[in-house]
């Protein structure tokens, strides 16, 4: 069938969010009824989206996904010992504010108590999951942090600030490499997993969405930290540094990301789209924010561009993004590069929307 192309980000942005509404009710997004970062990553996007362009069918689809799930005494069901389970909790302040319904800051509540039960590093960082003891994952960073922020600025709960600054820290302290300025997906204080580096404890490669996830994390907290925030300057700093080290990694041909992001020259390797739309997304931010310049502005532009010639079509004319990696733990670079690839897993469509809503925004500017 003939489909009607978009033509600006905005339109690419709701074209996503509106294919995937066509196939799916909200509470049917895969996992279906459950509470899960994959339609958390999806929905975060779509608010974005409503946010731009105040269409309520957008918040009233995330609405049912959370009423699905939410009973009227802020009950829900989630895993209680890892910090995929908060992502999803950045739904419900939004609706809180919206209908002042008390369910979705009750809600909210016990995704905050989850925090005061997960376990540590003898520094203070949270396991990524219970099942990966003494673990630190980048991924982590965006899963509780933005949440975090969000709810001491809505809550007034203060004192998460200082604990979500004092995970990216950690996470540069043991993580970042300094000769590329990338970070390695994953940490393993206890040197027992197969793949922790005697020495260092990291997992041995740099893997493209859990940098994207970092890179989120970043962009979302300068907005979130008051301007009184001593950290913003500490944030800004690294954000700039983050994004130079991700346009020098920049496939120059298509404008993507490879998955391994540093070896591109490696056959095997393979350009990966969910990854990718998170740097569109972290470097067009950066640039919006002022602390990256003309080159961030062409490479997000790049990126962007990569990005909108590698999307397709359904039968139906709904869109399809392609070669997203499934969800991945930390591992070798055969793990990696030999993962499956899927298409519009969600939170690859939910990192397209997000992208696409900022490089509308930076090219308003």
């Known amino acids: 069938m003939t489909v009607s192309r978009p033509q600006t980000p905005m339109e690419w942005a709701r074209k996503a969010c509106d294919s995937l509404m066509d196939n799916y009710a909200a509470g049917e997004l895969p996992p279906a009824h459950r509470w899960h970062y994959h339609q958390g990553v999806f929905l975060c996007g779509m608010e974005s989206l409503w946010e731009s362009v105040h269409e309520d069918r957008y918040i009233d689809y995330i609405q049912q996904y959370v009423d699905d799930l939410v009973d009227d005494n802020g009950n829900l069901y989630f895993a209680r010992d890892e910090l995929d389970a908060v992502q999803a909790g950045l739904l419900l302040f939004k609706l809180h504010e919206r209908t002042g319904k008390l369910k979705y800051k009750i809600a909210a509540d016990k995704l905050r108590n989850l925090l005061l039960t997960l376990n540590k590093t003898s520094e203070g960082g949270y396991w990524h999951k219970d099942k990966y003891p003494h673990q630190m994952w980048l991924d982590g960073l965006y899963m509780a942090g933005v949440f975090s922020l969000k709810y001491a600025n809505v809550y007034g709960d203060e004192g998460l600030r200082e ?23 994953a940490w393993d204080e206890s040197r027992r997993m197969p793949w922790a580096n005697p020495q260092s404890g990291c997992s041995p490669e740099f893997w493209s969405r859990s940098l994207g996830w970092y890179g989120l994390a970043l962009s979302q907290f300068l907005d979130l930290l008051p301007a009184h925030d001593p950290g913003r300057v500490e944030i800004a700093s690294n954000l700039r540094d983050f994004v130079s080290a991700l346009i020098r990694y920049q496939d120059k041909e298509s404008g993507l990301w490879y998955q391994v992001v540093d070896k591109g020259d490696q056959r095997d390797n393979w350009l990966e789209t969910s990854g990718s739309c998170l740097f569109v997304y972290t470097i067009a931010k950066a640039v919006k924010q002022g602390i990256a310049g003309e080159d961030a502005l062409v490479a997000a532009k790049k990126g962007y561009e990569g990005l909108i010639n590698v999307l397709q079509w359904d039968e139906q004319g709904r869109l399809i993004l392609p070669d997203i990696c499934i969800g991945t733990s930390a591992g070798d670079y055969e793990s990696y590069v030999t993962r499956p690839k899927v298409s519009n897993d969600l939170h690859g469509v939910g990192a397209l929307v997000m992208a696409c809503v900022e490089m509308q925004a930076l090219l308003n500017l």
């Open 163 to 185: 604990t979500v600054l004092h995970q990216e820290k950690l996470m540069r302290k043991y993580m970042k490499d300094d000769a590329t300025g990338l970070l390695y997906h």
